[in-house]
């Protein structure tokens, strides 16, 4: 299923709000803005949520700067066929009616991540931890390259690290292109952000005069990339690419001194590879997955350097400091290649805490996943034939659900999941085969297991929202990108498995393997 599509009507929002400002509390369609996420050139960014399904969780709304942007249209076109674990996923898009002027927009994945440099000025990272996200980035820009892309702004504050699994996002497609899309501006150079720029499109832009436009390749996204982790690296940038201020010539000739010139705490085969994507000869930079199955073999084979810390902990009082070093200062939060210890630590005790809770969960997960796996019954014994030929849909539910090992044992059901047939949802053929209480399972409350905190993600292989926000059946209640049941009457401790969520008890709804439509196996013994 594509991303949903809505579009808006004129009115009645009043005309002075401002699409790069917008208000707590304001409603662009069906999505409530929450807060303030950031700003560039085209587009602004809130964290919303979904009116009617705010416990579903916050998504990202991006929205146009200017009436009717065609480059909106442009990123559609391209995150629509982008399904990558380090993009943030499309979940609609539409048009904003603000007064008389409409205003695209964009549902996102919400991603709870810092800026790349951000990230790194907060910590002291390894060269091994450098060496996975830039593998990570790597991927995603292969991605959008397989797809027929290139993102054109590939620099840090465009990667976005999540803290609690150290996942790197990359995000802002505004300026990407796409195969023979047509061109937006008559400018020679191509969007972007001047220090990320290969010399390659500095040379076509000084030139060249209009209309002659240069046009971005693959070889621009691996400098970016390049650029972006040697400032990773070295908590500065390489000499000026653009020629009216390389006066000596370094970009027409072997280019920038390798990183760990600046940083001899880097890893020397890190440097090599940095170094190569930020080569003068395109070719010689190689390919996106290239370089991602090389950062990957490195990090794991690499030698005890890789583990060492990037920067020196900071020993000196900033009285000390020279000028250009307390100018630098305020600029990066720190001198360059300095880390202030306590900071840093303070930051990574609370990285681990939150890994360790997501370890924690994901093991939760993992043993109610295999204990539904335990008390599911088989599609394919003598009572599931029996209740697929049921016109009791409310039996069917009950009595599907109440076989366990021991035998058959019943469990209350709340009157709201009685009745689920006359909602299709968005199901397709292939789930109207069969009524839909015989595809779905919950957990039952014979299971015995610990108290449970609401997961921030779903489980594997449970029920998910569509598009739109809602689960596929009445009685079923979407929470944190998840369908779950709601047990009626019942407050909280949830002992029997059940999960915690604002004063109730939940359980996870799953969808049990599906039967095939041209008769019934016999069954063997």
Not at 13 to 33: C, D, F, I, K, S
Not at 141 to 147: D, F, I, K, L, P
Request: proline share 10%; net charge positive.
């Amino acid at each position: 299923m594509g991303p949903e599509r809505l579009v808006g009507r004129i009115g009645p929002y009043p005309p002075e709000l401002n699409p790069a400002a917008l208000p707590p509390g304001t409603q662009v369609e069906r999505w409530r803005v929450v807060g303030f996420r950031g700003r560039g050139a085209y587009g602004a960014v809130y964290r919303a949520e979904r009116v009617g399904h705010e416990e579903a969780g916050p998504v990202a709304l991006k929205l146009a700067l200017h009436p009717r942007d065609p480059r909106f249209a442009r990123e559609v076109a391209l995150l629509s066929r982008l399904k990558h674990p380090n993009v943030p996923a499309l979940h609609a898009q539409g048009v904003w009616a603000l007064g008389d002027r409409l205003h695209p927009f964009l549902v996102m994945q919400w991603v709870e991540g810092t800026p790349l440099y951000d990230w790194s000025s907060a910590r002291n990272p390894t060269s091994r931890q450098v060496m996975r996200l830039l593998a990570q980035v790597a991927r995603a820009v292969a991605a959008t390259h397989a797809a027929g892309g290139v993102h054109r702004d590939v620099k840090g504050d465009n990667i976005l690290v999540r803290p609690e699994d150290g996942r790197a996002f990359l995000v802002d497609f505004g300026s990407s292109l796409t195969a023979r899309a047509a061109p937006l501006t008559w400018h020679s150079f191509p969007p972007g952000t001047a220090a990320y720029r290969s010399p390659e499109a500095w040379q076509f832009a000084l030139s060249h005069r209009s209309p002659d436009r240069y046009v971005s390749r693959p070889p621009d996204d691996i400098f970016a990339l390049g650029m972006t982790a040697y400032r990773l690296v070295t908590d500065a940038y390489p000499p000026p690419v653009d020629p009216r201020l390389d006066k000596s010539g370094l970009w027409r000739g072997s280019g920038p001194e390798p990183p760990q010139a600046r940083n001899p705490r880097l890893e020397g085969q890190l440097g090599a590879i940095i170094a190569r994507m930020l080569s003068v000869r395109p070719q010689a930079r190689g390919t996106a997955g290239e370089l991602a199955e090389e950062l990957e073999h490195l990090k794991e084979h690499a030698g005890a350097m890789a583990d060492q810390r990037l920067f020196l902990w900071e020993t000196e009082p900033p009285t000390w400091w020279t000028p250009e070093e307390t100018r630098m200062a305020d600029v990066l939060g720190h001198r360059r290649c300095r880390r202030p210890q306590e900071r840093a630590r303070a930051v990574e005790k609370q990285d681990a805490e939150a890994k360790a809770e997501a370890e924690r969960r994901e093991a939760q997960e993992l043993s109610l996943a295999n204990a539904l796996t335990e008390h599911v019954p088989h599609p394919w014994t003598p009572l599931s034939r029996w209740l697929l030929g049921s016109a009791a849909v409310a039996a069917c539910l009950t009595l599907a659900l109440a076989v366990t090992q021991e035998g058959q044992r019943s469990w209350s059901q709340p009157e709201s999941v009685r009745s689920t047939a006359d909602d299709g949802g968005t199901a397709g053929l292939a789930d109207s085969v069969f009524a839909d209480p015989v595809q779905r399972a919950v957990v039952p409350q014979s299971l015995s297991g610990l108290k449970l905190d609401m997961p921030k993600r779903p489980f594997p292989g449970q029920l998910r929202p569509d598009s739109g926000g809602k689960c596929s059946s009445k009685g079923q209640v979407p929470i944190n990108g998840g369908c779950w049941f709601q047990v009626a009457n019942v407050e909280p401790p949830c002992e029997k498995a059940g999960y915690e969520w604002k004063g109730g008890c939940y359980y996870p709804i799953y969808d049990a393997p599906r039967a095939p439509t041209s008769g019934l196996p016999s069954r063997e013994g």
